[in-house]
Structure formats: structure tokens, C-alpha cells
């Protein structure tokens, strides 16, 4: 399978714990994308990468919240100290940038996090 | 006034039918995204669009950029089409500002 893929898919946690979710992009794409996604919500921006680079970083992630992709490759996102708003699909996305925009956007199935 | 609406809301269809799901904004874009979901699932990237007309198998995109306004058509539609369909557009000059509809869930019975 060559798309991309999240993991874990599913996460139930304790309040306070912290979690951590990986996304692999398609390998080519040097564009990754995480989104937040409640329910009967759309998804809402929390940053991208172009290559290892973070070049954006929505007001809606918290201190609380990082994200890392060292090698332009793989990325992952963390969250400390989890509260019970943070319940929601985490969507990972990758696309290849082509002169003019961001090209196709792919995402992976989600990683849905529960936090109790 | 939301800057991307989709309409219907709401869809429910009989096996066969011919299904269109429109979407309009009123912002630049230098993209368009339709894009489906599945109850409980991840998002499915069907179409990327900036002008014209694409076709994958029974689904057909379209966008007129001057009337700023997209369709999504699905021809002999089936009860595995059945899901959210969602409309976005990439802000122009912007590299990750997405604009979401709210989506159109679709129901196709047998």
C-alpha cells in the first residue's frame, strides 16, 4: 500500500496522559498536512511541513500540541497532557508541490483519539 | 455567510440515480478539492480542480471559475457511494488554507 498511513488508528486515553500519532506520506511528497476533525465538524488546519521545515502552525495548537518531521519523511504529532476536548480525528495529508499549488491532497484514514 | 456552501445538505437517492452535489464560495482559489468520507473512516481525495472538467469511472467534477461554482455528479449511482462528500478550496497565494464545506451526505438505497 502506497498511500498514506496513520497510526495508531485508535486511542483511548486518560486524562493528562500524553499520546503521540505517526503519519507516513507517500513517499515522493514533500508536503504533510495534519488536521483536527470533530464530530459533524470539518476538518480544522493545525499545521504542515515542506520537508522537515514546519512553515505554518494554526492558533488552534496549543502548547500542548507538537509536531515533528526530521527527516522529511514521516512525521509525528504530540500531545501533552491531554483534556478531554482534545477527543477528535487527527487526519494526516501529503501532497507533492507543483509550481503554482499545493497539488493533490492525500490523506490517510485518521487517527482517532478518546480521551476519558 | 459561510465562504464555501454546499448544497444539498442532505441526499438520499435510489440505486441508479443520477446524483449532483454543488458547491459555491466566494473567495480566490487557486484549487478545489472533492473530497469523500465514510462514517468513522479517513478522507478519500477524489478530484483536484483549477479549471475544466475531470472524470474518474462513474464520477465527474466540474468548475466554472467565473460563476465560482463546482459540481460533483455521479452517474448510476450505488449504495456504496454512499458517504460524506466535501467540498474545499485552497485559498489563492496560500499554501495550506483550506476552506471546508460543510459536506453533503449522501444515501444510496438499493
Known amino acids: 500500500d502506497t498511500g498514506v498511513s496513520q497510526d495508531p488508528r485508535h486511542k483511548i486515553t486518560k486524562r493528562g496522559q500524553n499520546v503521540t500519532f505517526r503519519c507516513d506520506p507517500i513517499?515522493?511528497?514533500?508536503?504533510l498536512y495534519w488536521y483536527r476533525q470533530t464530530l459533524g465538524q470539518g476538518p480544522e488546519f493545525l499545521t504542515y511541513?515542506?520537508?522537515?521545515?514546519?512553515?505554518?502552525k494554526s492558533r488552534l495548537l496549543s502548547d500542548r500540541f507538537s509536531a515533528e518531521r526530521p527527516k522529511g519523511s514521516f512525521s509525528t504529532l504530540e500531545i501533552q497532557r491531554t483534556e478531554q476536548g482534545d477527543s477528535a480525528m487527527y487526519l494526516c495529508?501529503?501532497?507533492?508541490?507543483?509550481?503554482?499549488?499545493?497539488?493533490?491532497?492525500?490523506f490517510g484514514e485518521g487517527s482517532r483519539l478518546t480521551v476519558l | 455567510k459561510n465562504e464555501v456552501e454546499q448544497s444539498p445538505q442532505n441526499l438520499t437517492a435510489q440505486e441508479g440515480e443520477f446524483i449532483t452535489i454543488n458547491c459555491s464560495y466566494s473567495?480566490?482559489?487557486?484549487?478545489l478539492h472533492w473530497l469523500q468520507q465514510h462514517p468513522g473512516g479517513g478522507i478519500v481525495s477524489l478530484f483536484m480542480?483549477?479549471?475544466?472538467?475531470k472524470k474518474h469511472g462513474r464520477l465527474i467534477a466540474t468548475i466554472n471559475i467565473q460563476e465560482k461554482h463546482s459540481s460533483l455528479h455521479i452517474t448510476a449511482s450505488h449504495p456504496r457511494d454512499s458517504a460524506v462528500y466535501i467540498c474545499?478550496?485552497?485559498?489563492?497565494?496560500?499554501?495550506?488554507?483550506?476552506?471546508w464545506g460543510a459536506g453533503t451526505k449522501l444515501i444510496i438505497k438499493p
Open positions: 474545499a478550496v485552497l485559498l489563492m497565494d496560500s499554501n495550506y488554507q483550506l476552506i
Open positions: 473567495v480566490g482559489i487557486s484549487a
Open positions: 495529508a501529503s501532497s507533492q508541490k507543483t509550481s503554482g499549488n499545493t497539488g493533490e491532497l492525500f
Open positions: 513517499s515522493e511528497h514533500n508536503r
Open positions: 511541513f515542506q520537508n522537515e521545515a514546519q512553515l505554518e
Open positions: 480542480l483549477s479549471s475544466g472538467k
